[in-house]
């Protein structure tokens, strides 16, 4: 296959992190025959600096005219004064909604030699850590309207969650799709106790679990799921969730697996075109030294290898190095722990590529 990739290796450690995961994608291109084409996409802070704002249109169109899209993290201290309009993450945003990435897929799995990583004790553990969560991308109160007013008292700020039936229904599916192909079991995560935007998406997923009746399905309350998250994460399979609590949640459901620098994550829409990124920030404090975990951006290169080119033994093969990898005792300073090897993040980039 030949894919054009639209690379946005953005600020702070993505730039470290995407080149470990672009030398995974050229030794599967090596291996298994492929062409892999990288358009370079300035994109977030970086484009600020460069060009005085986060996503410029031409550099968008590049996004636009690619099979897919990589990207590392965007953001960073310096440009967090700017006006809201105006942050880096105003990218990352500006991509999800251009390409109508409705679906962020984030699965959390503990892996076998990670188990000391986990920060719960045995005994939460001992059923296991295999979800999914499925989160809406662009609706709710990310892009809901919004204002700051000036009023008596001082300035007064809102923000709106909003929803319809549309956008609940098309994540509901690929939710209870992406249930019938693992356990069989979804959570709908809402707070319909106080939202009518949480009620409207309970009456939606109630009218789609007639359609799935293999499907096993509940409603949870938000503040609920988080306390379920820490008692006992194997009760769950796969959570479905509005944009908000879906990013909330899936940073705790992280940090169950040992580090957020585990956890990779796909972002779809409609076609075969998605944007693949790691779930963690730009990690200012560690930029530029070498020390970042790559293991989300390599397992969100082979994210995309699954679902935008229809390649799952491209997949499996680089999840496979990257158990390995682990098995073998190699650790970066976030999932480090006595006894084992601490590598570098090209170090560990290494170790991945020679178990390819
Ligand atoms: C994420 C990030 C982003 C989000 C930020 C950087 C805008 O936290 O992908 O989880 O909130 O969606
Ligand atoms: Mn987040």
Redesign the pocket.
């Known amino acids: 296959m030949e894919k054009k990739i639209a690379v946005i290796r953005g600020d702070g450690i993505g730039v470290e992190i995407v080149n470990q995961a672009l030398r995974v994608l050229d030794k599967i291109a090596e291996k298994y025959g492929h062409t892999f084409r990288y358009v370079d996409v300035t994109a977030g802070g970086c484009a600020i600096d460069a060009f005085g704002e986060p996503l410029p249109e031409k550099e968008l169109q590049k996004c636009l005219d690619s099979d897919s899209v990589l990207l590392g993290?965007?953001?960073g201290p310096k440009w967090d004064t700017l006006e809201g309009s105006q942050r880096p993450?105003r990218a990352?945003?500006g991509v999800?909604q251009a390409l109508g990435l409705f679906a962020?897929i984030r699965p959390s799995c503990l892996f076998k030699a990670l188990e000391n990583a986990c920060p719960l004790k045995q005994e939460i553990i001992e059923g296991g850590l295999d979800l999914v969560i499925v989160r809406e991308?662009i609706g709710g109160a990310?892009f809901g309207k919004r204002e700051i007013l000036q009023t008596e008292g001082g300035k007064t700020a809102y923000d709106t969650m909003i929803y319809s039936e549309m956008e609940v229904e098309r994540i509901g599916r690929v939710a209870f799709e992406t249930a019938r192909k693992r356990r069989g079991k979804l959570t709908s995560v809402d707070k319909a106790n106080v939202l009518e935007s949480s009620r409207l998406w309970r009456e939606v997923m109630h009218r789609l679990k007639d359609e799935y009746p293999d499907v096993e399905y509940s409603d949870m309350l938000v503040d609920n799921t988080a306390m379920q998250l820490v008692r006992n994460p194997g009760q769950f399979d796969v959570i479905v969730t509005e944009?908000?609590f879906g990013?909330i949640l899936?940073?705790e459901a992280s940090m169950i697996t040992g580090s957020i620098g585990m956890i990779p994550?796909s972002s779809l829409g409609e076609g075969s075109r998605g944007m693949y990124?790691p779930?963690h920030?730009s990690a200012p404090d560690i930029a530029g030294q070498n020390k970042a975990n790559p293991i989300a951006t390599i397992l969100s290169a082979a994210m995309m290898l699954l679902y935008s080119f229809d390649a799952p033994q491209e997949c499996r093969d680089i999840e496979n190095a990257v158990e390995k990898a682990l098995a073998d005792g190699y650790r970066t300073g976030d999932i480090m722990s006595e006894g084992k090897k601490l590598v570098s993040c090209s170090e560990m980039g290494d170790i991945i590529l020679a178990n390819l």
């Open positions: 993290a965007v953001g993450e990352l945003l999800r962020n991308l990310y944009n908000m990013d899936s940073d994550s990124e779930i920030g």
